[in-house]
């Protein structure tokens, strides 16, 4: 199994971020249909993040909008090893225990298979 370090994120900490750029990317031409011009820009916004910053914030949305305590997403290679592992919610003193991704086995491992893991209680 190869071995993953990522920096986890600091659990608790408030979602600010801020860039400073010296000049703007190319305006995305407008098509004049609202949705169609708002979709784009999202695309070409997105396109421009790496994918650990995309994976932090949608876990942190996704947990806000559903009223979760936890959120986390785990994106597993072609043989099933977790290569990347974003979480929220997690206490700074459990997150620093997390040494590395957990492995997709037992409940985690249904998730590939189910599609998504929904727990009321978890130990």
């Known amino acids: 199994m190869r071995e993953v ?17 010296d000049s703007l990317p190319t305006q ?5 249909d609202a949705l169609t011009d708002l979709l784009s820009a999202i695309l070409a916004v997105a396109g421009q993040l790496d994918l650990t910053t ?3 914030r949608f876990v942190q949305v996704s947990a806000e ?9 785990n994106v597993l290679d072609d043989q099933g090893a977790s290569t990347t592992f974003v979480y929220t919610g997690i206490p700074t003193a459990v997150a620093r225990m997390l040494r590395r991704p957990p492995p997709a086995e037992g409940v985690l491992g249904q998730i590939p298979v189910d599609g ?3 727990l ?4």
């Open 28 to 32: 995305t031409p407008l098509t004049g």
């Open 54 to 56: 995309v994976l932090d």
């Open 5 to 21: 370090t990522a920096s986890p994120p600091v659990a608790g900490a408030p979602f600010q971020r801020g860039v400073l750029v």
């Open 116 to 118: 998504a893991l929904r």
């Open 65 to 73: 909008l559903t009223g979760a305590r936890y959120g986390a997403i």
């Open 120 to 123: 009321d209680y978890l130990t």
